[in-house]
């Protein structure tokens, strides 16, 4: 009876070992994936251009990476492995989903405000970034977003010289969306504050189905001085 126990023991030992085994051989052969900051420096390396967007893809039941690149000779959709940074494939594109999207204005803000109280944000269309002013502990910084990506191209301090003072105004920023959406019901794409005529007022961008407004509010009576509307242009 010890005999036949210890016997049936050992086999339930190999068995445990064969297994484990295996998937350690497995997991060994596999390697781990390559982090996608440096597929993108091998990439770059070995291609001239500006890199769009790098995924992480199951393709052909391997872990590839998919690379859009942009160089003066076009847009090219580059195949790589995920674990050996191996280029496995190269094809030029038309395909502007391929081309990478931008990402919208909301986007741009909420990965700005990770970085602080977003303060401003406007987008550069030349050079495809979002520029976006935000404070945080008392600081103010400059970020540049990838309009893109959305990956954080660079964040400066700004000197309290090198940025205009704002002005103090008795209205907020919240409030004065809040009074702009009672006037006109939507979205708001875009609030500032200007100078018109020596007085301080809320410029709040409003798009609807149909139309696109602008409310003009003093920034400190919370009065609405005007309201613009445009039909919206239909594609």
């Known amino acids: ?35 996608k900051e440096k597929m993108n420096r091998i990439i770059s390396a070995k291609y001239p251009g500006e890199i769009l967007s790098t995924e992480l ?15 003066e000779q076009g847009v090219y959709v580059i195949w790589s ?39 401003s944000l406007e987008f550069n269309e030349e050079n495809k970034v979002y520029l976006v002013r935000v404070q945080n502990e008392g600081k ?8 893109t990506t959305g990956d954080l191209k660079s964040k400066n301090e700004v000197e309290s010289g090198d940025e205009p003072a704002q002005p103090n105004t008795k209205i907020s ?19 500032e504050l200007d100078d018109e ?3 301080i007022v809320y410029e709040v961008e409003i798009v609807t189905k149909t139309k696109e407004a602008q409310v003009i509010i003093n920034a400190f009576s ?11 242009d239909s594609d």
């Open 197 to 199: 005529d020596g007085v």
């Open 57 to 71: 893809t199951n393709r052909e039941d391997n872990r590839q990476y998919k690379t859009v690149l942009k160089s």
């Open 222 to 232: 919370g009065e609405v001085n005007s309201i613009t509307m445009e039909t919206k």
């Open 140 to 147: 103010i910084y400059r970020l540049e977003i990838n309009g």
């Open 1 to 35: 009876m010890n005999k036949k126990t210890a016997v049936i023991f050992g086999i339930i030992i190999v068995i445990l070992l064969l297994v484990f085994g295996t998937r350690e051989w497995v997991n060994g052969n596999q390697g781990s994936t390559l982090e």
């Open 173 to 191: 920023e919240e409030e004065a969306k809040q009074i702009a959406l009672k006037e006109v019901k939507g979205s708001i794409t875009d609030i």
């Open 81 to 119: 492995d995920a674990v050996s940074g191996e280029i496995l494939d190269m094809n030029r594109t038309d395909d502007e989903v391929s081309q990478g999207k931008s990402i919208t204005k909301d986007e741009a803000e909420k990965i700005a405000a990770e970085h602080g109280d977003v303060k």
